[in-house]
Antibody
Framework: EVQLVESGGGLVQPGGSLTLSCAASGFTFSSYEMHWVRQAPGKGLLWVSRVSDDGSTTHYADSVRGRFTVSRDNAKSTVFLQMNSLRAEDTAVYFCARPREAGNAELNYWGQGTLVTVSS | DIQMTQSPSTLSASAGDRVTITCRAS??????LAWYQQKPGRSPKLLIY???SLGSGVPSRFSGSGSGTEFTLTISSLQPDDFATFYCQQYNTYSYTFGQGTKLEIK
C-alpha cells in the first residue's frame, strides 16, 4: 500500500525557516517524481514544487522560487521541502503527492498534510 | 504561467441531478488535464486524468472531456457522497496550475 506521511510543520515567525519531510513507503520511491502542493486555510490548492525521480531536476511555483528548495533522499525514501524567508501568506497545509504512474504527473497519492503557520 | 479558470465557483444541485463543471486554460494544455475531488479536512482524490481517463476506483458517473483550452467534468447522477469541492489541474508545463475550485453544494 502506498503511504506518504508528512512531518515538520509548526509555528514559525515571519522571516524564519522550516523543513518539511515526506516519508514514502509501499512503492519504489526512486522511480517517481514527487510534488508538494499547499492549501491556505479556506482556500484552494496551489502547486508548490516538483522534484524528478533522481533529484536532478526541480521546479517551483513563482511565489516560492528562490525561497523554497525541494530535495530527496532515495536511500531513505523521503522528500524534503526547505522553506526559507517565510511569509504570512505561506501559512497553509502542505501535502506531498505522487503521480499515478512513473513518468506521468497526475497526482494519485497524497499524504495527510502538515500545517505550517507563519505568525509572530 | 498557464492560468486555469473554473466555472461556476459554486454550484447548488440535488441528488440525482446531472452537473457539469468547466475548466478553461489560458493557453493549450493538449489533454494534460486532471480533475480532483476534495472533501473538508481530507486530501484531494484524483478523479480524471488525461482529460477523460477515469481514475482507479472512481465511479463511472464521473466523466471528463475536452482538449486544448476547454474541459468539462460531468457527474451524470449526483450521489450524496459527491458533494465536495472539485479542482482541475494542468500538467502540460512545469507549472502544474490548479483551477480555483468549484464547490458543489446540496440544494
Amino acid at each position: 500500500e502506498v503511504q506518504l506521511v508528512e512531518s515538520g510543520g509548526g509555528l514559525v515567525q515571519p522571516g524564519g525557516s522550516l523543513t518539511l519531510s515526506c516519508a514514502a513507503s509501499g512503492f519504489t520511491f526512486s522511480s517517481y517524481e514527487m510534488h508538494w502542493v499547499r492549501q491556505a486555510p479556506g482556500k484552494g490548492l496551489l502547486w508548490v514544487s516538483r522534484v524528478s525521480d533522481d533529484g536532478s531536476t526541480t521546479h517551483y511555483a513563482d511565489s516560492v522560487r528562490g525561497r523554497f528548495t525541494v530535495s530527496r533522499d532515495n536511500a531513505k525514501s523521503t522528500v524534503f521541502l526547505q522553506m526559507n524567508s517565510l511569509r504570512a501568506e505561506d501559512t497553509a497545509v502542505y501535502f506531498c503527492a505522487r503521480p499515478r504512474e512513473a513518468g506521468n504527473a497526475e497526482l494519485n497519492y497524497w499524504g495527510q498534510g502538515t500545517l505550517v503557520t507563519v505568525s509572530s | 504561467d498557464i492560468q486555469m479558470t473554473q466555472s461556476p465557483s459554486t454550484l447548488s444541485a440535488s441528488a440525482g441531478d446531472r452537473v457539469t463543471i468547466t475548466c478553461r486554460a489560458s493557453q493549450s494544455v493538449s489533454r494534460w488535464l486532471a480533475w480532483y475531488q476534495q472533501k473538508p479536512g481530507r486530501s484531494p482524490k484524483l478523479l480524471i486524468y488525461k482529460a477523460s481517463s477515469l481514475g482507479s476506483g472512481v465511479p463511472s458517473r464521473f466523466s471528463g472531456s475536452g482538449s486544448g483550452t476547454e474541459f468539462t467534468l460531468t457527474i451524470s447522477s449526483l450521489q450524496p457522497d459527491d458533494f465536495a469541492t472539485f479542482y482541475c489541474q494542468q500538467y502540460n508545463t512545469y507549472s502544474y496550475t490548479f483551477g480555483q475550485g468549484t464547490k458543489l453544494e446540496i440544494k
